[in-house]
Structure formats: C-alpha cells, structure tokens
C-alpha cells in the first residue's frame, strides 16, 4: 500500500530532488530492502496535519514529510479558506505577507507561498531576506495584512521546517488579530488542504508578488526603541549568540539602539547555518546549547548572555553565579518571566492615569504550566492574571495583556506591536532590568530574591522524556490516569485534574463570577497538600512528554536565622522538594 501510495506521489511531486529521493526508496523496497519498505511505510502512514501550530516536521519527499508538495497544498488550503471568508465580508484580494528563516527549503517554500497567494488573486508580500519570527508576526499588523505566514522550525533540529499561520486585517479584528490560528481557524484552512485533488491542479504565479524592503525590519527596530531605555545600559558588556539562526543581526542592532556598547557575540554561532553544526539540538534549554556562550562570557568577564533560538522568537538569559559549574547559570524561563512581569508591572501601576483604574484593567498572562509566581506578581502590583492553554496562540490573545511568557523562554513585552514571542524585544527589556537593578545596588539574582522575599519562593524544573517510538507516551498518559501517585515528594496528593475536561481557575479580580475556566487539553495536573504543583503533558511540537514541576516555599524572617539567608535555606528546601517529586513523576508515567 505505501509503495502504490509512494509510486503516485512522485508523479505529483513538483520537485525534482524529492521525487528521486522517493523513487530510490521504492525501487529499494521493490528489491527487498527491509529499511527501505519501514522508511516508505513512516513517509506515506498519513499526511502531515496541519493544525494550530502549523506544520513541522522532517523535510524529505512524502505526505507525511515538510516538502513543496505539501506545502503548496497548505497554502491553497490558506488561501482559499482567506478568499472564502473575505468574499463573505463582500471583499476581495486577501493580502498575505510571508517571512521565513535560514533553514534548508525554507526560501523555496515562501516563494511557492507567494506563487499561490498571487495566482489566486491575492496580494502576496514577501520578506526580501531570512528574518526573526517576530518581524514577520509584527509585519502582519503593521501592513494590516489578512494572513502571515512565517517558514521556520523555530528550535527543532536540523532535519525539519515548518509553516506557521497567523491571521489579522479583515479576518481576525479582536484581541487575537495578528496572533497565530486557534480553532476553528485551524480546521477551516486544513478542510482547504484535504479539498486538493493533486499538486499539479494548484496554479502558481510565476511572478506579481511584492518583495518588501528593509522599511518592516526597520520599522519593527523603531516599535522596540519606543520603550524608555535606561542610562546604565550602557555600562553593561553583555554576550549573545544567534544559535545559528537568522536573529543575530536584529539582535545587535536592537542592543546597540538600547545603548549597549560593550556587546560580543559568539562569532561560532553568529551566521545563519540550517546545519547547526555546533549545537545537537539548538535550542538554549539543551543541555550544551549554551556551552560556547558560556566559554566567551568567562573570558570577557561579561555581565550577562541572552541566547535567542534559530527564528529568536525565544530568548535565553544567564548569569554569572559562583555556586553553578563553570561560574555561570541560565535562568529558568519561570525566573526570566517572572523578572520581565515584574518590570512591566511595576511600569504600569507607576504610569500616569494608573489611579484611574489603568492598573487594575491591564492583565498579566501565562500558561498553565508556567510558574504561578506571575499570578503573585500580579496580586501585589494591583493586576489582573490570567492563566491560558500551552502556546503563544492563546497567551497573546488575552484582552489587554501588558505582558504575557511561558517557561520554554517565550517572552510577549510588546504585544501592541508583536502578538507572538519575541526574543529580541525580550532581549531588550532583559537588559534595561539589569540597568535599573544595578542602580539599587542589586543584579538579577537579587531582584530574584527580592520577589521570593515578598511572595515566596516560587521553585519549577521540567522532567522531559523524548521518545522515537510516540506510542509510549499515550501510554504513559494512560497510567498516569488510571493510577495517578497518593503522594509526590512525601506530600499528600490533594487534587487530580484530567485536564482534558478543563481547568476551572480562581478568578481573585472577581470580573467573572469569582473564577473562569481555560479549556480541556491533553495533559493532567496533580496538586499537593505543601502547595506544590505537577503537570504533565505530550509536547506539541516534539516527540517527549513533558512535566512541569512546581514547589512554593515561604521565606522566614531573615532575622530569626543565625546562619545564612532565608532564601536561600527557602531555596535549597524547593530544590530538594522538586527532586523528589521528580522521581516520583517518572515512577508514575514509567518513563
């Protein structure tokens, strides 16, 4: 069946190099090859599913494959499900502006992307160079466009690309315009891919599509400059690198419009390379990732690394710390979240007009398996939280967010202009807060433990399984239902939510009814009688299963204490909680 479904393939196929590769495979299997008849079976089992993230996967030939064919399905699916609701509104001419990055096919697939887009009749903007994610997401409301679509596999490894969807103009007005799909958007344009017949019936323009200048990027670098920068910016040496991604050099022009004159950038990682060559995944929470950074602020004696991944829609910080191997450590994205939160939060209840109820109508926001800390952080800058599902998607929609994260170093500081994540906006605010914390005679250590001093100790760590067969993870799902743990880390299990049936959430502010609920997803949460906090759940982009780990320790009065600090005694005691609730989860899950 898959080789009758390989053979049909490759006569559709509009590329040449994934047509050979497919027929090499079937005429290996013709002759017995065993490897060649389970590689053929895994590339045509199904079709890649377009879904709210998109599409991501392995490139290669095949319909369950990231190749031309599959993406210029994908986009007359987009864009016939665009002409369609416009043509409801009596409009005409969706307009469409697509980015994409450095990584193999990425160029080929915004270029068929636009082909489509204008053979169709719509407007099809194109970026004229490999850019961030985030001058595409904020390009899409900058030139009030219908759609934008951005070619990346963010952080995935070398071997994949994706298709990332975002909707705004005339199809999304709300809250969500210029953020990327949710239902029922999703199953709308994917009933759009399933309705073609075959690639060849998909017209394609050989020309009639824009290809932009430099005024988006420029303009993108001039929304991040709007915000007030500190003085004492200037006086940091700060480390980047790029991570082999396309954000390198938005991130240097960022920093230096900041004031940041003292800047290095790993220079090994600087230019865009799709085989990342220094880096087994790269993605800065990879152990090892961040290994090259690291070596250059030790020589430089730098007083911070910001790592942003291959599309820098996410940002990495670390600083130096005696008691970490090598002398220095990366924040967790719950620290970098909590720090940011705070910094916008205090912004907002000093802004002028703030009495008249500004504060108390602008919203913190993070997802489910992020720290509560920035519900705290809310609580004592007079705010209003709201937790969401996984995913940028559904955090920069929230009606008026001021500042939204996740704990997978995903940052929104500016989501008027950029309603995703934005690593280099992130980037920015990250070193505006050492400034100002330096002129209190602190770090971002400090401003750390000053939070914890004022709402507790707030202590996450992920435990993440990556898996090649994904069936275990439906299974390990399965048990942790069926047999969820009594006790984690020797404290009583006190609430079980299936959370596929939602998540009913303190609503403190009162504006609806004294709580709200997010919506079912798969994953479960375990709670305990010490507060700690436990979620578990199949990533949406990768193949591992993920646990979010939460411990919440009060810090003692620091003057009852004849040796050492209170947070760090509160710190110490979260480290050893997390570490055995963490082998508890695994004996849970059998992973």
């Known amino acids: 069946m898959a080789l009758s479904r390989a053979r049909a393939w490759v006569l559709d196929d509009p590329d040449e190099a994934t047509a050979a590769e497919v027929t090499a495979l079937c005429t290996a299997a013709e002759q017995g090859d065993t490897g060649a008849e389970a590689e053929l079976l895994d590339r045509f089992s199904g079709t890649l599913q377009f879904g709210t993230a998109g599409l991501r996967g392995a490139i290669g030939g095949g319909s369950n494959r990231m190749n031309r064919a599959v993406v210029l399905r994908a986009a007359a699916g987009l864009t016939s499900y665009l002409v369609a609701a416009l043509a409801e509104q ?92 949710v239902p029922p958007y999703d199953a709308a344009i994917a009933a759009g891919i399933a309705a073609v017949k075959q690639v060849a019936d998909i017209p394609r323009a050989e020309s009639g599509w824009t290809v ?62 799709p085989a990342f060559p220094t880096v087994a995944f790269p993605n800065p929470e990879e152990p090892g990732a961040m290994d090259l950074a690291f070596a250059c602020a030790r ?59 500004v504060a108390n109508s602008a919203v913190l926001a993070c997802s489910i398996v992020s720290s509560r800390q920035l519900a705290a952080i809310a609580r004592a800058n007079g705010l209003r939280h709201r937790a ?5 998607k559904w955090i920069s929609r929230v009606p008026d967010l001021v500042f939204g994260y996740e704990e997978a170093l995903g940052y929104c500081v500016l989501p008027a202009a950029v309603r995703d994540k934005d690593g280099i906006s992130a980037a920015v605010a990250v070193v505006n807060l050492l400034a100002q914390a330096r002129e209190r005679g602190s770090d971002l250590q400090g401003e750390l433990d000053a939070l914890a001093r004022r709402d507790g100790l707030y202590a996450t760590t992920p435990v993440t399984v990556r898996v090649t067969d994904l069936s275990l993870i439906g299974v390990a799902m399965g048990r942790l239902r069926a047999a969820p743990p009594a006790s ?4 009583e299990v006190t ?14 502010d009162g504006s609806n009814g004294g709580e709200y609920t997010v919506p079912g997803t798969d994953g479960v949460l375990l709670e305990t009688a010490d507060g700690s906090r436990v979620i578990v759940r199949p990533s949406g982009t990768e193949p591992k299963l993920k646990a979010y780990l939460e411990a919440v320790v009060p810090v003692e009065d620091e003057a009852s204490l004849a040796h050492g600090t209170a947070v760090e005694r509160a710190r110490a005691l979260a480290q050893a909680r997390l570490a055995a609730i963490a082998d508890d989860v695994r004996a849970a899950t059998g992973l």
């Not at 697939?109 to 490999?130: I, K, S």
């Not at 709007?226 to 938005?250: C, D, E, I, N």
């Not at 984690?488 to 404290?491: H, I, M």
């Open 90 to 181: 009596g409009a005409e001419r969706p307009r469409v502006v697509i980015g994409y990055d450095a990584r193999h096919y990425s160029r080929i697939f915004a270029h068929d992307t636009a082909a489509v887009v204008t053979a169709a009749g719509g407007e099809a903007l194109l970026m004229p160079q490999e850019w961030p994610t985030p001058v595409l997401a904020f390009a899409v409301r900058h030139l009030d466009a219908d759609a934008g679509v951005m070619v990346t596999a963010s952080h995935n490894p070398a071997a994949d690309n994706g298709y990332k969807v975002y909707l705004g103009g005339r199809i999304v007005a709300d809250s969500g315009q210029g953020a990327q799909i």
């Open 212 to 273: 932009l200048d430099d005024d988006v990027h420029a303009a993108y670098l001039a929304a991040l400059a709007g915000r007030p920068t500190h003085a004492g910016v200037g006086s940091l040496r700060v480390v980047t690198t790029a991570m082999h991604g396309v954000g390198g050099a938005t991130l240097t022009s960022a920093l230096v419009a900041a004031g940041v004159t003292d800047l290095h950038t790993v220079a090994e990682q600087a230019e865009p390379d």
């Open 299 to 357: 020589e430089l004696e730098a007083d911070v690394i910001i790592a942003v991944d291959p599309d820098a829609d996410r940002c990495a910080v670390a600083i130096p710390d005696a008691s970490a191997e090598g002398g220095w450590r990366r924040l967790s994205g719950d620290e970098t979240g909590a720090l940011l939160g705070e910094q916008v939060a205090r912004a907002v209840a000093a802004a002028p007009g703030s009495g008249d109820g």
């Open 388 to 392: 969401t599902l996984t995913g940028f």
């Open 488 to 491: 984690l880390g020797g404290s």
């Open 495 to 508: 609430r079980v939510v299936d959370l596929v049936e939602g998540l009913t959430v303190p609503d403190e």
